[in-house]
């Protein structure tokens, strides 16, 4: 089981719905990120907070916008999606900056945008 | 432009042979090397992390190597099982550990 939880597991939302993803670790990590991934692709990063700071922005678009309102928890708040947004969006967590690096992630939300 | 590339076919293989996966990479010079294990539909799972200046790693059926000079890992499972059917990822950092990149992964099949 992963450590890593994320709510909700599916999501469909219209284009000009607001909607948001929620991800939460209890394990002491200071390093939290967003990947999205498309069928049969690999993941591709979004953003990483370290101790709760935006440090990466992957050139992202302004709909989608993260939120880290504490060490534990991760939001990413949905806006104006587009039908080609729909993916597989992965939070993960790691112990920070100069540490091994090993990511733990979570079950993943599948969003599907009409 | 940088390239992680794996194997783009599905690996079909038999129950109790050894699987041998591949990750080139271009045009990265990552200090670390990680694969990870993902089933359909669920996130990826960590497998193993090897240093630049590490050969070989190995952690009960999983060894991965690591050859910078040809920038390339291979991950082997040896004595496969119908249950390490799955798609591997290799992925490696750039700009220290904060940003990791994934290969294209790899899709093994192991057949009983």
């Not at chain 1, 091994?100 to 079950?107: N, S, Y």
């Not at chain 2, 291979?74 to 990791?100: M, N, R, V």
Request: glycine share 6%; charged share 20%.
């Amino acid at each position: 089981d992963t450590e890593v939880t994320q709510t909700p597991k599916h999501l469909v939302m219209g284009m000009t719905n607001k909607k948001s993803l929620k991800c939460e670790q209890h394990m002491g990590h200071r390093a939290m990120y967003w990947y999205k991934q498309k069928a049969k692709k690999p993941p591709e990063l979004m953003f990483v907070y370290s101790y709760e700071k935006l440090s990466i922005n992957e050139s992202v678009p302004s709909r989608f916008s993260p939120e880290c309102p504490n060490s534990s928890l991760l939001n990413l708040h949905l806006h104006a999606l587009q039908p080609e947004d729909s993916a597989l969006y992965l939070c993960a967590s790691s112990q920070g900056q100069g540490a091994t690096g090993e990511l733990f992630f979570g079950e993943g939300s599948r969003l599907t945008v009409l | 432009s940088q390239k992680i590339e794996q194997n783009s076919e599905a690996l079909n293989i038999q129950e109790g042979k050894t699987a041998t996966l591949t990750c080139n990479y271009t045009n990265y010079s990552p200090a670390y090397l990680q694969w990870y294990r993902q089933d359909p539909g669920r996130g990826p799972v960590f497998l193993l992390l090897i240093r630049e200046n590490e050969k070989e790693k190995r952690k009960e059926r999983l060894k991965v190597t690591f050859d910078t000079t040809l920038k390339q890992s291979l991950f082997h499972i040896t004595a496969s099982q119908p249950a390490d059917s799955a798609t591997y990822l290799c992925a490696l950092d750039e700009a220290g550990f904060q940003k990791l990149v994934f290969g294209t992964g790899t899709r093994l099949l192991v057949s009983p």
